[in-house]
C-alpha cells in the first residue's frame, strides 16, 4: 500500500472531556492536515484505566462532531493493540535495548541516571518497570514551529520507562508504535510534549520505525500558568456554542477566527484554506 503524503491525527487520553485547550490542539491538527489535502485521523488513548473515565471516549466523539472536526478512517483505540506493543517490547529486549528496573519512581530524578543498568531480566525477581537503554547521546530534529530542536540524552531524557511497574505499556512506546501502524506523517501537539518527541524518536529508531514530521504548537494555560487539564480542574467546551469556541480556537492559533461564517461548516472551510503555521504564536495563550 503507498504511503499517504500527508496523514495526521488527534489523540487524546479519556481521562474526561475535552477541554478548551484540546480544542486548540485538535483544531490545530486539522487544520494543517486539511490544508495540505491529508488524512485526519482519531486515535483514543486509553491505556491507564486508574485515570480514565467510562464515558470520556463517547463525550470526545460528540464533542469533536458537534464542532465539525471529523475523521477519515475508523477510530482506533490503543487498548485494543496491547499485543502489538508486547511484540515491540519483546523485540527492544532480544536486542538487549532495555533492562529491568526497581527503582521507585518517587524516589529516583526525572532524568534517571540509569542506576539499574547492570541488571537482567534473569536476575531480577521483585516488581520491576522496562527502560529503554539510551546510548544515542543527541537527539536533534527540525519542528514545524519551533525549528531546530536539540537534546542532550544524558541530562534531558536519561533512560526512560517504556513499561510500567504494574505492567501496563508506557505512553512514549504505545505511542510511536501507533503513529507506525497508522502511517501517520504529521504530528500537530502541544509543547508540552517536545521532550517526549525526542524520546519517542529514540525508540522509533531503536525499532526500524518511519519517523514523523513533528509540530508543536504553545499550550492553553490559566491565569495561574497553568495548562489547562483535568488535574487543574479545567472545564469541558461548551458544545452548544461551536462558532464562538471554534473562534477562540482560531484566535488562540493566531489564525483569523472567521467572524463572518455563518455556520462550522463554513467557518472550518475557510480557516482550513487560510491556515498558516507562520502565524501560530510562540507563547502560551492564557484563557
Known amino acids: 500500500m503507498a504511503r499517504e503524503s500527508y496523514v495526521g491525527r488527534f489523540a487524546p487520553s479519556p481521562t ?8 486548540v490542539t485538535a483544531l490545530a491538527s486539522y487544520l ?23 464515558r ?22 490503543q487498548s ?23 527503582c521507585s519512581r518517587k524516589k529516583t530524578p526525572p532524568i534517571y ?3 539499574c543498568r547492570h541488571n537482567t531480566f534473569d536476575s531480577v525477581f521483585n516488581p520491576y518497570s522496562i527502560r529503554l537503554h539510551v546510548d544515542e547521546l543527541q537527539i536533534e530534529f527540525r519542528d514545524l514551529f519551533y525549528g531546530i530542536k536539540s537534546y ?24 510511536i508504535a501507533d503513529d507506525a501502524f497508522q502511517g501517520i506523517t504529521h504530528i500537530i501537539r502541544g509543547s508540552d510534549l517536545l ?34 487539564s483535568k488535574q487543574t480542574h479545567a472545564s469541558p467546551i461548551d458544545n452548544s456554542s461551536p462558532l464562538t469556541m471554534l ?19 463554513k467557518l472550518l472551510t475557510n480557516a482550513v484554506n487560510n491556515w498558516e503555521r507562520s502565524l501560530v504564536p510562540m507563547k502560551n495563550y492564557i484563557y
Not at 474526561?16 to 480544542?23: E, K, R, Y
Request: glycine share 8%.
Open 195 to 228: 521532550d517526549s518527541t525526542a524520546k519517542q524518536i529514540l525508540l522509533a529508531k531503536q525499532l526500524s520505525l518511519v519517523i514523523p514530521s513533528y509540530g508543536h504548537i504553545p499550550v492553553v494555560v490559566n491565569n495561574q500558568g497553568k495548562k489547562l
Open 113 to 115: 541516571p540509569g542506576l
Open 56 to 77: 470520556a471516549s463517547k463525550e470526545i466523539i460528540t464533542q469533536l462532531h458537534s464542532f465539525g472536526l471529523c475523521w477519515d478512517q475508523e477510530v482506533i483505540y
Open 152 to 175: 542532550d540524552s544524558r541530562t534531558e531524557i536519561g533512560d526512560f520507562i517504556i513499561r510500567r511497574k504494574d505492567g501496563l505499556i508506557a505512553y512514549q512506546l504505545a505511542v
Open 80 to 102: 485494543s493493540r496491547i499485543d502489538s506493543y508486547h511484540d515491540h517490547l519483546k523485540y527492544l529486549s532480544e536486542k538487549g535495548a532495555t533492562y529491568p528496573c526497581t
Open 32 to 54: 494543517d492536515a486539511r490544508h495540505n489535502q491529508g488524512v485526519w485521523l482519531l486515535r483514543i488513548e486509553d491505556l491507564d484505566p486508574p485515570r480514565e473515565s467510562r
Open 247 to 265: 473562534r477562540l480556537a482560531l484566535k488562540a492559533l493566531g489564525q483569523d477566527p472567521q467572524i463572518l461564517a455563518k455556520n462550522t461548516k
Open 16 to 23: 474526561g472531556p475535552l477541554h478548551f485547550g484540546s480544542l
